[in-house]
């Protein structure tokens, strides 16, 4: 599986942005798909996951209530829906996927596949 990630750009505070990330090859719905940021000079962190079945997903608490994870296996695509954007939400998105288990995990080593990244800058 590659991936592709797109749809990051400027935003004011509490604006919104929805993120893409497109697969390319035959096993995506067998992959438990993730979103993570990297925000200049800190380390990737955890944002939202979702299994293959789109039945076990799980936020950090940053994020919980303000963004959501989907993905449609027909169109090969997991998607983020990021709502009531913060500046502190400015950062490098990455989806990133790995064939594993029902339940998903927030360990950025567990994830095998990374996209490119897409960059949300959020300011007035």
């Known amino acids: 599986v590659q991936l592709q990630a797109s749809g990051g750009g400027l935003v004011q505070p509490a604006g919104y942005l929805r993120l893409s990330c497109a697969a390319s090859?035959?096993?995506?719905?067998?992959?438990?798909m993730g979103w993570f940021r990297q925000a200049p000079g800190k380390e990737r962190e955890f944002v939202a996951a979702?299994?293959?079945?789109?039945?076990?997903?799980l936020y950090a608490d940053s994020v919980k209530g303000r963004f959501t994870i989907s993905r449609d296996n027909a169109k090969s695509t997991v998607y983020l829906q990021m709502n009531n954007l913060k500046p502190e939400d400015t950062a490098v998105y990455y989806c990133?996927?790995?064939?594993?288990?029902?339940?998903?995990?927030?360990?950025?080593?567990?994830?095998?596949?990374w996209g490119q990244g897409t960059l949300v800058t959020v300011s007035s």
């Open positions: 990133a996927g790995y064939s594993g288990s029902y339940y998903v995990t927030t360990r950025v080593h567990d994830y095998t596949t």
């Open positions: 090859g035959r096993t995506f719905s067998n992959y438990n």
């Open positions: 979702v299994n293959w079945s789109g039945l076990n997903i």
